[in-house]
């Protein structure tokens, strides 16, 4: 069985895949290999995995990006929601602003004046278009009117590493590969997207406490194939969720900043609607086009 993984190595998706991964191959009794399918701003890897035979040995790691991308992007090579059955969510984690010293700020207050007082001077780095990343930045430019540069990667991890060198001036990212760097001072956190302060770091401020209202989430969610055999979905469905519920993987989680949770098919379903609806109404306030 192989999951698809729409992240290159090394970033927050691809953490939550491998941890994943490794323990739902225990409890299968099978082998689930990841496969990181990075780039194209994650349709690369969803095409792949809607596309995939429906015989049950294909699982795909969906992000906040599926939906996002089903919202802006009017040419997708297959329907986020027909082609996919939903199985459960997996973690939920607010994003943190993260700025480089040199930046010289270290609050979103401070941000924003910055921002204004240089209007596209500043550079922000997201992990690709369309990602939970870059459409925080871009809820945060539309509440504030400031204006940021964008700067795309093909993922969390060789973002982190041209913002640490200073190529980029910022970013909006999960907490899993970015907070290390900033405990080792290479970063500096400014807020969490959360609306409350997150019980992992309480002594970062959320983006609420100066934009109120503000609030994005970065989730995982495992999705198959639509089509795939009903008893399949079943099993993959009860074995998941015992993973995300037993103590060690949980607590890994939580050790990176994201919180485990579950949910039945249909939540999981009605969630991913509700996701789109945030994103198409974004879309629509500030024109956001990525095709």
């Known amino acids: 069985m192989r999951l698809i993984v729409p992240y290159p190595p090394g ?16 409890n299968l009794g099978q082998q689930v290999v990841v496969d990181n399918r990075g780039g194209g701003a994650q349709v690369i890897a ?22 996002v991308n089903a919202a802006l992007r009017k040419n997708l090579p297959y ?20 700025a480089h010293p040199s930046l010289g700020v270290s609050s979103m207050k401070e941000l924003i004046a910055v921002a204004r007082a240089k209007p596209g001077r ?3 780095a997201s992990s690709g278009p369309g990602t939970g990343g870059h459409m925080s930045v871009e809820l945060l430019k539309s509440m504030t009117g400031i204006d940021l540069v964008h700067v795309p990667y093909k993922g969390a991890a060789p973002a982190l590493i041209d913002l640490i060198a200073g190529q980029v001036q910022m970013m909006c990212t999960s907490p899993l590969p970015s907070m290390p760097h900033v405990k080792a001072g290479k970063l500096r956190a400014l807020a969490m997207t959360g609306l409350k302060r997150a019980s992992f770091a309480p002594d970062i401020p959320a983006v609420a406490e100066t ?65 789109i609806g945030q994103w198409t109404k974004l879309q629509k306030q500030a024109k956001i086009t990525l095709d």
């Open 11 to 26: 970033g927050a998706g691809d953490i939550v895949g491998r941890l994943l991964a490794a323990k739902l191959g225990e």
């Open 122 to 124: 500043i550079n922000y």
């Open 211 to 275: 934009l109120p209202g503000f609030q994005t989430t970065l989730w995982y969610a495992v999705l198959a194939p639509a089509g795939t055999p009903q008893p399949v979905l079943n099993r993959v469905h009860d074995e998941t969720v015992k993973v995300v519920r037993a103590k060690d993987f949980s607590q890994q989680l939580e050790s990176q900043g994201a919180e485990p949770v579950v949910s039945t098919p249909q939540e999981l379903r009605q969630f991913i609607d509700s996701e």
């Open 46 to 67: 969803t095409q792949i995995a809607a596309t995939a035979p429906r015989d049950g040995h294909t699982l795909f790691l969906a992000s906040a990006t599926h939906s």
């Open 79 to 98: 329907d986020s929601r027909r082609d996919f059955a939903p199985i459960t969510l997996v973690a939920q984690s607010p994003l943190v602003f993260i």
